[in-house]
């Protein structure tokens, strides 16, 4: 059956999710935070900081040093699971498409838990139209966190792509639930796309009989 969903603007998949650092990340890393990390005046303290810390402030001011520190800081063993994940964004948005997949798939040997690299993951199969192994990558980062709005949102979105439509309709109302009412809003339109898709369809198998 062809697909009749169309999306609409705002239903472009939400973007590549950085590591930032974790509380005794080294020994525990497939703990999620409990507390957010202090950053303010992070420049003051940059002579004390790991490897790892300091290739994430270049990371998050746009410096390109910040590749060349993630690689010092994997050589290091410092954070290697998060610093392979924060490497592989770079790598994806420099159009390096097969080292970014190296950096993540590396990542997960590293910690196959790890949140991040599933979804970013999940994202580079999206981008090179692979729905299906974007579709389990998705579903393996939602069962690491739950609460993290952004896999519900893409979920949705594949899996229309892949013609499931009333797990897409399931997975959009997790996103909705978990966001502010604004962001909710926004994939209102999405939301009604699907329902009339999916009674399209069951109204095509009605037809048919």
Do not use: W
């Amino acid at each position: 059956m062809a697909k009749i969903l169309k999306f609409p603007v705002p239903a472009s998949k939400l973007g590549f999710k950085r590591v930032k650092k974790r509380a005794s990340a080294d020994d525990h890393p497939d703990q999620l935070p409990l507390f957010p990390q202090p950053t303010a005046q992070i420049l003051h303290f940059l002579p004390a900081m790991s490897r790892f810390e300091q290739a994430l402030l270049f990371d998050e001011r746009g410096d390109p040093k910040a590749a060349e520190l993630y690689r010092k800081a994997i050589e290091e063993g410092d954070c290697v699971a998060d610093a392979y994940c924060n490497l592989g964004i770079i790598e994806s948005k420099q159009g390096n498409t097969a080292r970014a997949f190296d950096c993540f798939a590396t990542s997960l040997k590293h910690s196959p838990r790890h949140l991040e690299a599933h979804y970013n993951l999940g994202n580079l199969y999206f981008e090179v139209n692979d729905f299906r192994l974007a579709q389990v990558h998705y579903e393996m980062a939602g069962e690491v966190d739950p609460s993290f709005a952004n896999i519900h949102f893409n979920l949705a979105l594949v899996q229309a792509i892949n013609n499931d439509l009333a797990a897409a309709i399931t997975a959009l109302g997790k996103y909705q639930a978990l966001v502010s009412e604004t962001e909710a809003r926004i994939a209102d339109e999405l939301m009604q796309n699907l329902k009339k898709s999916l009674a399209a369809a069951k109204n095509l198998r009605v037809g048919s009989k």
